[in-house]
């Protein structure tokens, strides 16, 4: 069992920056796939951004490509997503997640283990 717990979350203004963490415990995640998520209220969960194990290969959705920066650090079991240029659209509940077979997968189903999230606010 991977448990995995996001902190870095908060009020920023428009144009900001924001660094996401997500600690992983119970198991090492350095061989799995991982991946952020989010969901503005009332809508669905929708990728982010991903990384392979390696670090070989990661994949933004549109809409961050360019101002957002998935990284992992396997020797601390932790990955995370570096917010830069932020707007008030990106507002949301931002979620971490492990996939644990395949590479990376951008439907939430896809993945097999999630963080409780954290809240992300962008002010215009």
């Known amino acids: 069992q991977v448990q995995l717990a996001e902190s870095g979350g908060g009020l920023v203004q428009a144009g900001g920056s924001l660094r996401l963490s997500c600690a992983a415990s119970?198991?090492?995640?350095?061989?799995?796939?991982v991946g952020w998520f989010r969901q503005a209220p009332g809508k669905e969960r929708v990728f982010v951004a991903g990384?392979?194990?390696?670090?070989?290969?990661?994949y933004y959705a549109d809409s961050v490509k360019g101002r957002f920066t998935i990284s992992r650090d396997n020797a601390k079991n932790t990955f995370y997503l570096q917010m830069n240029s932020l707007k008030p659209e990106d507002t949301a509940v931002y979620y971490c997640?492990?996939?644990?077979?395949?590479?990376?997968?951008?439907?939430?189903?896809?993945?097999?283990?999630w963080g409780q999230g954290t809240q992300v606010t962008v002010s215009s």
């Open positions: 997640a492990v996939r644990t077979r395949g590479a990376i997968a951008t439907i939430a189903s896809g993945y097999d283990y």
């Open positions: 119970g198991s090492t995640i350095s061989s799995y796939t």
């Open positions: 990384i392979t194990w390696s670090d070989s290969n990661t």
